[in-house]
């Protein structure tokens, strides 16, 4: 019998609502062509138009979306999140993030004129934040998770300030997964006291609960943060050994040493080499004493003839001639990069692992300085200080950096002369190794002397806010760089740097350079206008950042 056709539905009842699965590509694509060009995927009402419908259609859908629910089946309700004991934020500061979470998208164009900008100063004021020991306003996660998802360098900072709510919003939306692989900030992590909720949550955990547990553990005692992860280290995959690892580097301790030995015969080449990196920072370690005795024979001084006044002592280097099994063992790689000679790649790696104190018994009882001084034979020299640079870095041993940075205001010490062609060394990095006070006055001497062109990294490294000195030097030579005629926008990248960290009491000495001066001779046209608006947001800045401070230390209201 044949059945009556079923009436086709009409669009008001035949499209399933902005709840369905998959709607919201839908409604942006009616949206972007048009209500009147294509029908919109949503129940219209009647005496409502398809227009209307769409956009209470989106409002509905951007809600779901930023309380991190997605359209879909029912299912079982997710357990409620869990508590964060940690005080909320001022007013003022919660108004402030607020503002700073909604300006977070970059600008664009040279030229900014007198406004601060927001978007390089939220690091900091999480960064703040995070030190008093606040957390996130509940209204506030969805935009600060967003924020964190499209900029890594706010990924720590954000998941600190987001807390134990903020992994538990991430589980229920995939745009925020990444807050779960990465490490958050203080987690309601079990104590030493607690040792079964310590154990639960190392083998039930998130991989960045597991990891911040570990990390926690070390640092209270690092014998039982090691004994948690031996525990299960067999079972772990690769890439969880080698994040692992490099946790254990922040408490590196002698008693890690037969542990890190067992690792150098790890299955994973990247936790070998960890492993043998993270020793060579044990003066005392065996592979340190292996790597002396290997690296040691390949360098020795040469005494000039008796008798012969005008010759000078030098070094003489004899790299190895292979690269054996027991050098691959303890972490040395036998193939050298494209350019490289295979000797000096094997000497490289030797003398970088050598403990640096061994050094001046080798060679007649000489000081880092003055051996760092004496003259290489051949083409060694940037090799052998390359390597002793490297060495310093992972050691943090100041005195052989010292020596290797050598006297900031030699004028004929410019950065290509510290890092001459062909040098891998990194001048920033040994730089961290010196104590703040004293990185931040041989970084002035520096830019008091050679100016700002090779300083940039070197700032960057500097403590903040920084100290009345180096901040003095990098005002001094950007108002000499103003006088030379040039535009600020050569120099942005150092503006920049003085925005956020030059301290924000200097405010008020630096309003002085906001005038607009005279142009010397043959400068470029409008720059005395430029420099005088750079310099206005500089001292903006400083204040609005004096201003987040006193918020968040609750004297604003």
């Given at each position: ?38 029908t ?35 299912a ?135 990891v ?47 542990f ?111 051996l ?16 002793w ?31 001459p ?45 920084w ?6 030097a ?8 103003r ?23 200097a405010a ?50």
């Amino acid at each position: 019998m044949p059945t009556t056709p079923t009436p086709s539905p009409t669009p008001s009842t035949a499209i399933p609502t902005a709840a369905a699965p998959g709607a919201w590509p839908d409604l942006v694509s009616a949206a972007l062509l048009g209500a009147e060009r294509r029908t919109p995927p949503v129940a219209v009402r009647d005496g409502q138009t398809p227009a209307a419908a769409l956009l209470d259609a989106a409002a509905v859908g951007t809600v779901r979306r930023r309380s991190a629910l997605r359209p879909a089946p029912a299912a079982e309700r997710p357990a409620p999140a869990p508590a964060d004991p940690r005080p909320p934020l001022p007013p003022a500061a919660r108004r402030r993030l607020a503002l700073l979470l909604a300006d977070r998208a970059p600008g664009s164009g040279s030229r900014r004129g007198t406004d601060p900008d927001l978007t390089e100063l939220l690091p900091q004021w999480l960064a703040a934040a995070d030190g008093r020991g606040y957390r996130a306003p509940e209204a506030l996660l969805p935009a600060l998770l967003d924020a964190a998802r499209s900029r890594t360098d706010l990924r720590p900072a954000a998941l600190a300030l987001a807390g134990p709510r903020g992994l538990w919003l991430a589980r229920l939306n995939d745009d925020w997964r990444f807050a779960l692989r990465g490490i958050g900030g203080p987690l309601s992590l079990p104590g030493a006291d607690a040792p079964e909720a310590v154990r639960r949550l190392w083998e039930e955990g998130l991989f960045a609960e597991r990891v911040a547990l570990l990390t926690s553990l070390r640092r209270r005692d690092p014998r039982a943060g090691l004994a948690l992860l031996a525990a299960t280290w067999a079972t772990e995959r690769a890439e969880d050994r080698l994040m692992f690892l490099d946790s254990l580097g922040e408490a590196l301790t002698p008693s890690d040493e037969p542990f890190l030995e067992q690792a150098l015969s790890d299955r994973s080449r990247n936790v070998r080499t960890t492993a043998a990196e993270l020793l060579s920072a044990l003066p005392g370690s065996a592979l340190a004493a292996r790597m002396a005795e290997r690296s040691l024979v390949c360098v020795r001084l040469a005494r000039p003839a008796p008798g012969d006044a005008t010759a000078t002592e030098v070094l003489v280097v004899d790299p190895p001639g292979a690269c054996d099994a027991g050098m691959q063992r303890d972490g040395v790689a036998p193939q050298p990069p494209s350019g490289r000679g295979e000797r000096a790649w094997w000497l490289g790696q030797l003398v970088e692992a050598t403990p640096l104190d061994r050094w001046p018994g080798r060679l007649g009882g000489r000081s880092p300085a003055e051996l760092v001084a004496l003259p290489v034979a051949g083409d060694w020299r940037t090799e052998l200080h390359d390597a002793w640079c490297r060495a310093a870095v992972r050691q943090r041993h100041a005195d052989w950096a010292r020596a290797l940075l050598g006297a900031p205001g030699d004028p004929g010490q410019a950065a290509a002369e510290l890092a001459p062609a062909g040098s891998s060394r990194d001048l920033t990095k040994l730089l961290t190794v010196l104590p703040d006070d004293e990185r931040a006055g041989w970084v002035s001497e520096f830019i008091a002397v050679h100016g700002l062109a090779d300083a940039f990294r070197m700032l960057g490294v500097c403590a903040v806010p920084w100290a009345e000195p180096l901040g003095r030097a990098v005002v001094d030579a950007l108002d000499i760089a103003r006088d030379a005629g040039s535009y600020p926008w050569s120099f942005s990248g150092v503006m920049g740097l003085a925005e956020r960290c030059l301290d924000p009491a200097a405010a008020d000495r630096l309003q002085m350079l906001t005038a607009v001066t005279d142009e010397p001779e043959g400068a470029s046209p409008g720059s005395g206008g430029y420099w005088s608006e750079a310099f206005q947001r500089l001292v903006g800045t400083l204040r609005l950042r004096a201003a987040m401070h006193a918020e968040l230390a609750g004297e604003a209201s």
